[in-house]
């Protein structure tokens, strides 16, 4: 399984490693719910966990109409920082996204929003 971030542009899922500790992420996810809840377009995520979302560009900037795109990407950040400190975690795991992941590909996908983001703003002078 792939998650598709734009045309025909895709993050690799990786395989998960369960022989060690999971990081779970709900404590960084929970305070972006609002956004989460924006870009769970797809499906459900209790059905589909990652595959609900949609990380297109569009779908990003629809997500935030209506909240502080510089809270969003100050929490993406922190988060992203927790994850990196964190170091002896090679898979991290949501309930709230119902899904496991390998680091590298959630680090991947934090990447992609917080630049689509930034780009975004960048863009329209915020």
Same mark, same amino acid.
């Given at each position: 399984? %792939?998650? =598709?971030?734009?045309? *025909?542009?895709?993050?690799?899922?990786?395989?998960?490693?369960?022989?060690?500790?999971?990081?779970? =992420?709900?404590?960084?996810?929970?305070?972006? *719910?609002?956004?989460?809840?924006?870009?769970?377009?797809? $499906?459900?995520?209790? $059905? $589909?966990?990652?595959?609900?979302?949609?990380?297109?560009?569009?779908?990003?900037?629809?997500?935030?109409?209506?909240? %502080?795109?510089?809270?969003? @990407?100050?929490?993406?950040?922190?988060?992203?920082?927790?994850?990196?400190?964190?170091?002896?975690?090679?898979? @991290?795991? %949501?309930?709230?996204?119902?899904?496991?992941?390998?680091?590298?590909?959630?680090?991947?996908?934090?990447?992609?929003?917080?630049?689509?983001?930034?780009? *975004?703003?960048?863009? =329209?002078?915020?």
């Amino acid at each position: 399984m %792939s998650i =598709l971030i734009g045309n *025909n542009l895709f993050i690799e899922e990786l395989p998960i490693d369960y022989n060690g500790k999971l990081l779970d =992420l709900d404590p960084y996810i929970a305070p972006l *719910n609002a956004f989460f809840d924006k870009l769970e377009v797809e $499906c459900v995520r209790e $059905c $589909c966990g990652i595959e609900a979302f949609s990380f297109m560009p569009e779908n990003i900037h629809k997500a935030l109409v209506g909240l %502080s795109s510089e809270s969003i @990407v100050t929490q993406l950040k922190a988060m992203q920082t927790a994850i990196e400190e964190q170091w002896w975690y090679n898979t @991290v795991g %949501s309930t709230i996204l119902n899904n496991n992941f390998d680091k590298k590909v959630f680090l991947q996908l934090l990447a992609h929003i917080i630049k689509t983001i930034e780009d *975004n703003t960048n863009f =329209l002078g915020e």
